[in-house]
């Protein structure tokens, strides 16, 4: 899953950091400490068992052993450790889950980048006609 583009750009999160907002990083992302907030990188993700997101994922591919709470979008692969626990969707078109894991959500896992695609399209199109159903009854 790894490749040789993402070690000039490494960005981390260390154990015991708390960072409150959106992160956009160019390279690989490690997550070991508390994010509140949407992570999103061309990369890769590894998200440790010590580490906490509140908020979407997006990565080439991501490797989870920790908490997430909202969405994960990993084309090239997701891989679930025995210590992840997901809470959101997930779009990718390879999964891996380990034995132990915690997932409540829907979830896209399909080889064919043609049926990838064509699945990703239509769960987007549904989460905005979604989010414009509450949006309308909320304002009421």
Do not use: W
């Not at 999103?40 to 997101?53: M, P, S």
């Amino acid at each position: 899953m790894l490749k040789n583009d993402d070690i000039s750009n490494n960005t981390l999160i260390s154990l015991g950091s708390s960072v409150r907002g959106d992160i956009k990083a160019a390279g690989f992302l490690r997550v070991d400490g508390d994010v509140d907030g949407n992570l999103e990188t061309a990369g890769n993700l590894i998200v440790t068992d010590k580490a906490r997101i509140r908020g979407n994922v997006t990565a080439r591919s991501s490797v989870i052993g920790g908490i997430i709470e909202g969405n994960i979008t990993s084309p090239e692969g997701v891989n679930l450790l025995s210590t992840s626990a997901v809470i959101g969707d997930i779009a990718t078109k390879r999964l891996q889950i380990a034995e132990g894991v915690i997932f409540h959500g829907h979830c896209i896992a399909l080889s064919s980048q043609e049926k990838y695609n064509a699945a990703f399209t239509q769960y987007e199109d549904k989460k905005m006609i979604q989010s414009r159903a509450v949006s309308a009854f909320s304002e009421k």
